[in-house]
């Protein structure tokens, strides 16, 4: 087994998302990703976040505080 | 208070550091950044890590003092607020199960769309402004510009006549200052009734809008509850339509007056860098809300016993975040985090409109706004330079931090002092 080599300056850009967008694993009060406005395809598990901020791969169980909601959200 | 410093003589509002907690703050944040303060029974959390663990946390965290009064209303004043104000938890100060659906309500109506529907309104509305002052020789900033323009925004996205933005400001002010301030008893007696007369509006303007829908946001939130009357219903309305008929401009017209006064102090460098390339002033808006955010302290309830920056804190203790030193905390900015530059890579980073479940519903409007001033004012009037040797006063309130004027001259000092609008200084 080779030591796997981290690219520091991703590793950083990712931590960063995480921060500016409080990106969570998890849902909050039932709200994730998949039900957001900027999640790109809400039949896939995961799928692109078109949040300026983001501009990332997230998954569809995930939630961060930039949430909106689509208007067709029952 | 076992383990944890104690402030005696730590004043939220003492003059000194009301005129600049920053200094305050950061002493603090260096050698004992969480202690206890006895003359307003709250902790004071002041680094930024410790304060992002806070937010992030609902398990441990209750939102419930969040808009209540820092210190207690007088016995005379509390009896004009039960004569009808019936305030409930809303946004700011609901915890789950509540908070889910309120903030969904109002995520609802104020939409990316309806925001983008807003700018050119907007843009008109703060350019007429500028129009207005920008030959003059000497203006107050606060009171021709950044007063009028975020209540303009607020009060037309909830429908609100403009006809009567002049009363609700002030009776905002009122109300932030009963909550915020320490008046004396006349003085809370007279502005418990500013603060019932502006929710007893409120109840009126929401029963009208209930008979009769329009295209605002208070008529959407009517047609929503009409849709689900399980998760919204008419006294929730006005409780969501008075939290936001203040939140919705105050906090903006202390940034845009705290704002402006940071770029054009210390020689202009700042301002002239955004006059030079408008591409700087999103990051610019960043930067603002993080160096001079209008909101210096932000409240909290333990719900369990926990642990803050190694100091242990009982449950139901309350804790002030203090946003204004977080968002100078070296740890997080660096070593210049106390320096004000608009090219900063990392002040998006700021809490200023707080972090993850509660984050400020109002930050995409408050930000437009505060993009349009500066575009405007950047453009329209690029000479503008502060009225030298005048006194910086904020308003006496310990929560919120917002100037109480700002002399400028649109046209530059010189134009100004042959204009004979100062005394010839050159």
Redesign the interface.
């Known amino acids: 087994m080779t030591e796997p080599v981290v690219d520091d300056a991703r590793f950083a850009e990712a931590q ?1 998302l995480v ?2 967008a ?1 990106l969570r694993g998890s849902p ?4 994730r990703c998949r039900t957001c ?1 900027y999640y790109l395809d809400p039949s896939e598990d995961l799928s692109f976040c078109w949040h300026e ?1 983001l501009q990332s791969l997230v998954g569809g169980d995930w939630w961060c ?5 689509r ?1 067709d ?1 029952p | 208070m076992s383990g944890c410093p104690v402030a005696h003589d730590f004043d939220l509002l003492d003059p000194v550091v009301v005129a600049d907690p920053f200094t305050v703050l950061g002493e603090w944040r260096s050698k004992t950044p969480v202690f206890y303060v006895p003359s307003v029974d709250h902790y004071v959390v002041t680094r930024y890590a410790d304060i992002e663990q806070i937010l992030l946390d609902r398990d441990s965290w209750s939102a419930a003092n969040a808009s209540s009064p820092l210190t207690p209303v007088c016995p005379a004043a509390q009896e004009v607020l039960s004569r009808g104000f019936a305030r409930v938890p809303t946004l700011n100060n609901a915890d789950p199960p509540r908070h889910g659906p309120m903030r969904k309500s109002v995520l609802s109506v104020m939409t990316p769309r309806r925001l983008r529907s807003l700018e050119p309104v907007l843009r008109e509305y703060a350019a007429g402004l500028v129009e207005g002052f920008r030959d003059r020789p000497v203006v107050d900033l606060v009171e021709s510009f950044a007063f009028p323009f975020p209540g303009f925004a607020a009060f037309s996205l909830l429908g609100f006549p403009a006809s009567d933005t002049d009363m609700l400001k002030d009776w905002s002010r009122n109300r932030v200052l009963l909550t915020y301030g320490r008046l004396p008893e006349d003085e809370q007696v007279a502005t418990a009734n500013d603060v019932l007369a502006m929710w007893q509006y409120v109840e009126a303007f929401v029963a009208d809008r209930w008979a009769s829908p329009r295209d605002d946001l208070t008529s959407d939130l009517v047609r929503l509850s009409r849709e689900k009357p399980d998760q919204l219903n008419q006294f929730d309305i006005v409780n969501i339509v008075y939290s936001m008929a203040l939140a919705g401009h105050e906090t903006t017209t202390n940034t845009i007056g705290s704002g402006v006064f940071a770029l054009l102090a210390h020689g202009r460098s700042q301002w002239q860098r955004l006059v030079e390339d408008p591409s700087l002033i999103p990051n610019a808006v960043e930067e603002i809300l993080r160096f001079e955010g209008p909101v210096l302290y932000h409240r909290r309830i333990a719900k369990v016993d926990t642990v803050v920056g190694g100091v242990p804190i009982p449950a139901g203790a309350k804790v002030m975040m203090a946003f204004g030193s977080a968002d100078r905390d070296p740890e997080e900015f660096g070593d210049d985090a106390d320096s004000f530059r608009v090219d900063r890579r990392d002040a998006e980073l700021h809490l200023a409109f707080g972090k993850g479940p509660h984050l400020c519903l109002g930050a995409p409007l408050g930000r437009l706004e505060t993009r349009l001033a500066l575009e405007l004012l950047t453009s329209m009037v690029p000479d503008m330079e502060l009225v030298p040797g005048q006194s910086i006063t904020y308003v006496p309130n310990a929560l919120f931090r917002g100037l109480t004027a700002l002399l400028v001259a649109p046209r530059g000092v010189r134009h100004a002092e042959e204009a004979g609008a100062l005394p010839q200084a050159r």
């Not at chain 1, 505080?65 to 909601?69: C, I, L, R, T």
């Open positions: 960063r921060k500016v409080a909050l009060d039932g709200d406005l901020k505080h930039f949430w909106e909601m208007e959200d």
